[in-house]
T-cell receptor, first 115, second 113 residues
Framework: DQQVKQNSPSLSVQEGRISILNCDYT??????FLWYKKYPAEGPTFLIS?????DKNEDGRFTVFLNKSAKHLSLHIVPSQPGDSAVYFC??????????????FGGGTRVLVKP | DAMVIQNPRYQVTQFGKPVTLSCSQT?????MYWYQQKSSQAPKLLFH???????NEADTPDNFQSRRPNTSFCFLDIRSPGLGDAAMYLC????????????FGPGTRLTVT
């Protein structure tokens, strides 16, 4: 049972345009969401996060939107740059320790930003 | 710089020959995790240590074991690697009060011949 899903395995966007990555989840216990970025041969690096008490969090070119009623979050990258080309993972956590200290990852979306 | 270090970056082992992967951290985080990631898939949590408490995921095969001799180091032992165990193994750490913010090492790519 995949509790976190990224339905688009890949995305291609022109440099300077907006990249929109989507993520859906099913577990209503999740209350903290993160996006990680992964380059080939490297571990995932933390990009941006959002708590369920918010519906938007912005950090420079990156904005994460959370729609709790739809159990959906998205990552917007504006403007997209060639260095943003990577695999992006959505992850979710239920922050109560009783929930097991886990991050549950989506399958990833490969983003290619064309110059 | 505080970081998570994994050695080696690439490991080749033979079918059935025990192998150990290592992870160290300078972040002084009390939680350490091991993930397995196969190509184009999500990282899959194998187990984690919360301080000295070992927490195994229900679907982690017995073939996979872990040791954490101190706060800084954690090892992943694969007792009898099979061809299906070829994967990227990622170590991550977090603070105990912020387990949702995990810091990953660069990973060890394991090849089984």
């Amino acid at each position: 049972d995949q509790q976190v899903k990224q339905n688009s395995p890949s995305l291609s966007v022109q440099e300077g345009r907006i990249s929109i990555l989507n993520c859906d989840y099913t577990n209503s216990m999740f209350d903290y969401f993160l996006w990680y970025k992964k380059y080939p041969a490297e571990g995932p690096t933390f990009l941006i996060s959002i708590s369920s008490i918010k519906d938007k969090n912005e950090d420079g070119r990156f904005t994460v939107f959370l729609n709790k009623s739809a159990k959906h979050l998205s990552l917007h990258i504006v403007p997209s740059q060639p260095g943003d080309s990577a695999v992006y993972f959505c992850a979710a956590s239920a922050t109560l320790r009783a929930a097991g200290n886990k991050l549950t990852f989506g399958g990833g979306t490969r983003v290619l930003v064309k110059p | 710089d505080a970081m998570v270090i994994q050695n080696p970056r690439y490991q080749v082992t033979q079918f059935g020959k025990p192998v150990t992967l290592s992870c160290s951290q300078t972040l002084n985080h009390n939680v350490m995790y091991w993930y397995q990631q196969k190509s184009s898939q999500a990282p899959k949590l194998l187990f984690h240590y919360y301080d000295k408490d070992f927490n195994n995921e229900a679907d982690t095969p017995d073939n996979f074991q872990s040791r954490r001799p101190n706060t800084s180091f954690c090892f992943l032992d694969i007792r009898s690697p099979g061809l299906g165990d070829a994967a990227m193994y990622l170590c991550a750490t977090s603070r105990g009060d912020r387990v949702y913010e995990q810091y990953f090492g660069p990973g060890t790519r394991l090849t089984v011949t």
